[in-house]
């Protein structure tokens, strides 16, 4: 078994003995068929009930974003003049030329 990685100087290599590869892999496979079966009727190991996994907790946050808020006040401002449902925001700290090339 090879293993390629990129380094600073280039391409970086481990090669490992095959037969010690074969036996951490069925190892593994064991261990993981072992997991299986103490699993109870909802899925969860017996060993983990009531504990949340890094992984699970990373995924939760994957699932619901943190909503952005903006970082100042803003002003609806409107695209066209006469026309409310055509809006965009601006700061409200926004002065000067700036601001007057926006709004006008």
Known sequence: MKIKFP????VGEVQG???QSRKCYVE?????????LDE???G???SKKGKKTMAE???KEMEAPAKVQPTEELLNIEVIPGSPDKTTRIGSHLRGKT???IVS
């Open 7 to 10: 380094t600073p100087g280039g």
């Open 17 to 19: 003995d095959p037969l």
């Open 28 to 36: 593994a496979v064991r261990k993981g068929q072992k997991r299986n």
């Open 40 to 42: 109870d009727h909802q």
């Open 44 to 46: 969860v190991p017996s």
């Open 57 to 59: 907790g990373a995924l």
């Open 99 to 101: 601001k007057e090339e």
